[in-house]
T-cell receptor, first 112, second 109 residues
Framework: EPEVTQTPSHQVTQMGQEVILRCVPI?????FYWYRQILGQKVEFLVS????????KSEIFDDQFSVERPDGSNFTLKIRSTKLEDSAMYFC??????????FGNGTRLTVT | KNEVEQSPQNLTAQEGEFITINCSYS?????LHWLQQHPGGGIVSLFM???GKKKHGRLIATINIQEKHSSLHITASHPRDSAVYIC???????????FGPGTSLSVIP
């Protein structure tokens, strides 16, 4: 069964550095999402992406964050100038029209 | 006020018990999702509902659009059902799926 894949599974970075989290959604899906989950807290919506552009973003998704679909298959989340409070699990998800959400296994980001 | 609420927050059950988890929401939605997250694990979609009821194995999900309420039922619960169950809604006219706070279920043998 096709699945959403995320890389890396764990990323450690120093405060102030830039990180890129990568996701390969299911190939015929049209809607893509990034979520984050700070340890012990609920999953929070960051951004949705449709038709090669951002369709919705939350108040968390400020100028520090950006998303791209650089080559038609990968879907990336870039976090510039990371802060300690960016440490979290980041989940990518995709879906087709009227279908279940499919999630990747997540990338655990640790900012030191 | 959160747009999606769940109850109870935590639930402990004996193996074999019938379990109900509730979700209520305050916004217009086009669909509602029930998700499962095992400790330290990823997120798995269980159901997507826009009306009525769906069943998959021992899991049943219902939704009442007029009352803005959904329930997830687990029959003959088993320790492997122990997980966090999350209700998430697709807001009407928004390409945004908002998660509820989750219900942590522990099923004891």
């Amino acid at each position: 069964e096709p699945e959403v894949t995320q890389t890396p599974s764990h990323q450690v970075t120093q405060m102030g550095q830039e990180v890129i989290l990568r996701c390969v959604p299911i190939s015929n899906h049209l809607y893509f999402y990034w979520y984050r989950q700070i340890l012990g807290q609920k999953v929070e919506f960051l951004v949705s992406f449709y038709n090669n552009e951002i369709s919705e973003k939350s108040e968390i998704f400020d100028d520090q964050f950006s998303v791209e679909r650089p080559d038609g298959s990968n879907f990336t989340l870039k976090i510039r100038s990371t802060k300690l409070e960016d440490s979290a699990m980041y989940f990518c998800a995709s879906r087709g029209t009227g279908t279940l959400l499919h999630f990747g296994n997540g990338t655990r980001l640790t900012v030191t | 006020k959160n747009e999606v609420e769940q109850s109870p927050q935590n639930l402990t059950a004996q193996e074999g018990e019938f379990i109900t988890i509730n979700c209520s929401y305050s916004v217009g939605i086009s669909a509602l999702h029930w998700l499962q997250q095992h400790p330290g694990g990823g997120i798995v979609s269980l159901f997507m509902l826009s009306s009525g009821k769906k069943k998959h194995g021992r899991l049943i999900a219902t939704i009442n659009i007029q009352e803005k309420h959904s329930s997830l039922h687990i029959t003959a619960s088993h320790p492997r059902d122990s997980a966090v169950y999350i209700c998430a809604v697709e807001k009407t006219s928004y390409d945004k799926v908002i998660f509820g706070p989750g219900t942590s279920l522990s099923v004891i043998p």
